[in-house]
């Protein structure tokens, strides 16, 4: 990535990981992604707000040259996690004049993480504000957005809000703002999914802290920069409150056919009464795009064949990113076959009974699946369009 101007003495200067396809061995990464640095001089002081994984330092340090940051006084370190803080050892090295500038939380992780020295640091609390010399930072602590030692830096003079995670995309882009890149809003709807969807109340507190403040750019350390924040803002305002769609979220498996002519089934049925069917084949599928449409699907309806008496492995972890994420989906059911009985209903119950779900009577089917058993199959679909009507 090229160093690009946001604004008189505001610059970009991170990397575009172009060819990136998996973040934290977990979550697919399609388009690739950005770890986002920025360059912010004050007439006195220069701030770098947040490096970028250790895979791409030297495109920061080349970019560093390129600005001819000949010093840097401070280096605002939003979030302890590598791919915001991995190259902090090196880039201090570099410039022994800094200091990392963190909360009270992220000093011990980044000490523990990075093997960095306590005297390095200078903590800050929430509203806190760093003079540079014509501009002032205002530090504003937003905990579990997505770590606990999280925060945000808003630029007061030029009404930046940089933002590290928060209303941050997954999405390697040329593109600087998000008004001339594609797919950003999906992009972004996806990163809250996997990302930051389990803490869906810390994100609505922190959204509140954010209420007040004029801000006409969100600059995230990962995607292109929101120009148009409240259209970020809005969305994560929807993504965060309580209402769900008329949508049904199906991740299943079938190892010789029987579970899907069940999915197949409840698909068809489901769309004659008017509701979406989003079925995914766990074997084939995205997992982040699973997620995605998780964020606000009223229903989820887990497929699974029986194994060794238990639901298939890849079921059991649908169940677990199910729990894990928290969703706000606010019904559940399972359907699947088995061969001579096991426990299928009673695992996924368990791993999902943390959840405020209402549990919608399973279908389960002794072999291949009759006519009987898709007549089932309609009588889930006309309960799910009941409850539906609630919505």
Not at 294 to 313: C, E, F, K, Q, S
Request: aromatic share 8%; net charge negative.
């Amino acid at each position: 990535m090229a160093v690009r101007k946001i604004k008189d003495g505001v610059r970009a200067v991170g990397a575009i990981d172009w060819s990136r396809r998996l973040f934290d061995e977990l979550i697919p990464l399609p388009e690739g992604t950005s770890y986002n640095s920025y360059l912010v001089d004050g007439k006195n002081k220069t701030v770098l707000i947040d490096t970028v994984d250790p895979a791409k330092r030297d495109a920061l340090f080349a970019n560093l040259v390129e600005a001819d940051a000949a010093k840097i006084d401070y280096i605002v370190t939003h979030h302890a996690e590598q791919d915001h803080s991995g190259s902090l050892p090196e880039v201090i090295a570099a410039f022994p004049e800094a200091t990392i500038v963190c909360s009270g939380k992220a000093k011990p992780l980044l000490m523990d993480l990075l093997d960095l020295s306590d005297e390095r640091f200078m903590t800050v609390a929430d509203g806190d504000t760093l003079d540079l010399g014509g501009r002032t930072l205002r530090f504003i602590t937003t905990p579990w957005v997505h770590w606990p030692e999280t925060m945000v830096t808003y630029l007061e003079e030029d009404k930046i809000l940089f933002s590290c995670d928060f209303f941050g995309s997954h999405l390697a882009a040329t593109d600087l703002m998000a008004s001339q890149a594609t797919g950003v809003y999906h992009a972004a709807k996806r990163y809250y999914a996997e990302i930051m969807m389990p803490f869906r109340g810390q994100i609505n507190r922190n959204l509140e802290k954010l209420a007040d403040i004029e801000i006409n750019m969100i600059a995230p350390s990962h995607g292109p920069i929101h120009d148009k924040p409240e259209l970020i803002l809005d969305a994560y305002r929807l993504w965060v409150s309580d209402a769900v769609v008329n949508k049904v979220v199906i991740p299943y498996v079938s190892m010789h056919g029987s579970t899907e002519v069940m999915v197949d089934h409840l698909v068809d049925e489901l769309t004659r009464r008017g509701i979406t069917a989003k079925p995914y084949f766990l074997s084939r599928t995205d997992i982040g795009e699973m997620a995605a449409d998780l964020v606000d699907a009223a229903t989820v309806v887990i497929g699974t064949p029986t194994v060794l008496a238990n639901p298939h492995p890849l079921a059991i972890y649908a169940a677990t990113l199910v729990a894990a994420l928290k969703p706000k989906t606010r019904f559940a059911s399972i359907i699947g076959s088995y061969g001579w009985g096991g426990k299928t209903i009673e695992t996924l119950s368990t791993i999902v009974g943390g959840l405020p779900l209402e549990l919608i009577e399973p279908v389960l089917v002794k072999g291949y699946p009759r006519e009987d058993a898709l007549e089932r199959i309609d009588a889930l679909a006309d309960e799910i369009a009941e409850k539906h009507k609630t919505l």
